[in-house]
C-alpha cells in the first residue's frame, strides 16, 4: 500500500477496519451460477481436457479414444473506488466518516462482482458484453460443437420461450438431453430458474406450487420441491435461464487476480473543507463463461 501526504494513523485504521467488515461472504450470492478460480499470472489459459470415453466392448486389442482439449483464454480487467473525506469532516467525527465510506466501498465491491456474474448469465446469447465461450461461439446458441470432438452434432441451449409451466418443462427435457464431447447423454439435474422481478410470480409457482397452476384439472407438478428460483435484477425481464446449480461446474467463472483491497491514502490540501484526505481501493479481476451445457435460456 502507497501512503503520502499526512494521514493520521487512526484514519488508516478506520480506512482498514471498515473495508474489512465488508470482506467477501462465506456463500456469496453468486455461488450457485458462478465459479471463483484465482489467478497467478497476467493471463493465463484456463485449460480442460473434456470427458473421459464411455467403456467399450473389449475385442481383444486396445482401442484407443483420446481426450479433446478445451481452452479458455482469461485476463483480469483492473477495479477502483476511490472515496474522499474532508480534512474537517474527520476532525468533527473522527473516524465513523472513514468506516463507513470504506464500508460502502467494501459492499460495492461484492455486489459488483455479483452483479457482473448474473448480467453475464443474462447476456450469454451474444458475444458483445462479455466475449464468446470455449467453443467460439456465444454460450446461448444454436451451434455448440467441440472442436475435434468425437461427438459433432450442433447441441441448442437457446430457445424463445416465455416462462410457463409448459416451457419449464419442455427446457428442461432438452437439457437433460445435453452429450458430452464423447456422445454421452448427460442428465443433469437443472435444479435452479434465474429470473428478474417481473417473472417472479411465475417462477415462484412453477417451483413451489404442488399443483399445476396454469390448468383447471389441478395435475401434479412434478418441479415443485425439486426446483428453486432466484430473482436477479441484473436480467432482462422476459429472460429466465435453468441451471445445473448441483455442478461443480458453473455457467459463469470469475477470474480472481487481486482481491479488493486498500492499495493507497493520501492527502490533498488544496481541496475545499479543509483538505481532502483519499483512500483508493482496488481489485483485479474478470467474468467468462463456463460449460454450456450448465445453464438454458430463455427469452421472448
Known amino acids: 500500500m502507497t501512503i503520502s501526504g499526512n494521514i493520521p494513523n487512526h484514519l488508516l485504521v478506520a480506512a482498514r477496519t471498515g473495508f474489512l467488515t465488508t470482506a467477501a461472504p462465506v456463500v456469496p450470492a453468486y455461488a450457485p451460477i458462478a465459479q471463483t478460480i484465482n489467478m497467478d499470472a497476467k493471463?493465463?489459459?484456463?485449460?480442460?481436457?473434456?470427458?473421459?470415453?464411455?467403456?467399450?466392448?473389449?475385442?481383444?486389442?486396445t482401442q484407443r479414444r483420446s481426450f479433446i482439449e478445451k481452452i479458455l483464454s482469461v485476463t483480469p480487467k483492473d477495479w477502483e473506488i476511490t472515496v474522499g473525506v474532508s480534512y474537517n469532516a474527520t476532525k468533527d467525527d473522527q473516524t465513523g466518516t472513514v468506516e463507513s465510506r470504506c464500508r460502502s466501498a467494501g459492499d460495492n465491491f461484492q455486489l459488483h462482482i455479483s452483479n457482473q456474474a448474473f448480467k453475464a448469465l443474462n447476456d450469454g446469447d451474444a458475444t458483445t458484453n462479455f466475449g464468446?465461450?470455449?467453443?467460439?461461439?456465444?454460450?446461448?446458441?444454436?451451434?455448440?460443437?467441440?472442436?475435434?470432438?468425437?461427438?459433432?452434432?450442433?447441441?441448442?441451449?437457446?430457445?424463445?420461450l416465455t416462462l410457463s409451466l409448459d416451457n419449464f418443462e419442455t427446457v428442461r427435457v432438452a437439457s437433460m438431453g445435453f452429450r458430452n464431447d464423447q456422445g454421452e447423454v448427460l442428465g443433469w439435474n437443472y435444479?435452479?430458474?434465474?429470473?428478474?422481478?417481473?417473472?417472479?410470480?411465475?417462477?415462484s409457482q412453477i417451483t413451489g406450487n404442488p399443483q399445476a397452476y396454469d390448468t383447471g384439472n389441478r395435475e401434479t407438478n412434478p418441479y415443485a420441491g425439486n426446483t428453486r428460483y432466484l430473482v436477479s435484477a441484473q436480467f432482462d425481464s422476459t429472460a429466465w435461464a435453468l441451471v445445473a446449480s448441483s455442478m461443480t461446474v458453473k455457467p459463469i467463472i470469475v477470474v480472481?487476480?487481486?482481491?479488493?483491497?486498500?492499495?493507497?491514502?493520501?492527502?490533498?490540501?488544496?481541496?475545499?473543507?479543509?483538505?481532502?484526505?483519499?483512500?483508493?481501493?482496488?481489485?483485479?479481476?474478470?467474468h467468462y463463461y463456463g460449460n454450456w451445457r450448465t445453464a438454458h435460456l430463455g427469452n421472448t
Open 132 to 160: 464468446a465461450g470455449y467453443d467460439g461461439v456465444a454460450f446461448y446458441a444454436a451451434t455448440h460443437v467441440d472442436k475435434g470432438a468425437e461427438y459433432q452434432t450442433a447441441q441448442d441451449n437457446v430457445s424463445a
Open 191 to 203: 435444479n435452479l430458474l434465474v429470473v428478474p422481478p417481473a417473472l417472479e410470480r411465475t417462477a
Open 256 to 286: 480472481m487476480r487481486e482481491q479488493p483491497n486498500l492499495q493507497a491514502a493520501w492527502f490533498d490540501p488544496d481541496a475545499g473543507d479543509g483538505g481532502m484526505y483519499n483512500f483508493k481501493f482496488y481489485a483485479r479481476y474478470n
Open 43 to 61: 493471463s493465463i489459459d484456463l485449460v480442460d481436457l473434456g470427458d473421459s470415453p464411455m467403456p467399450v466392448e473389449s475385442k481383444g486389442r
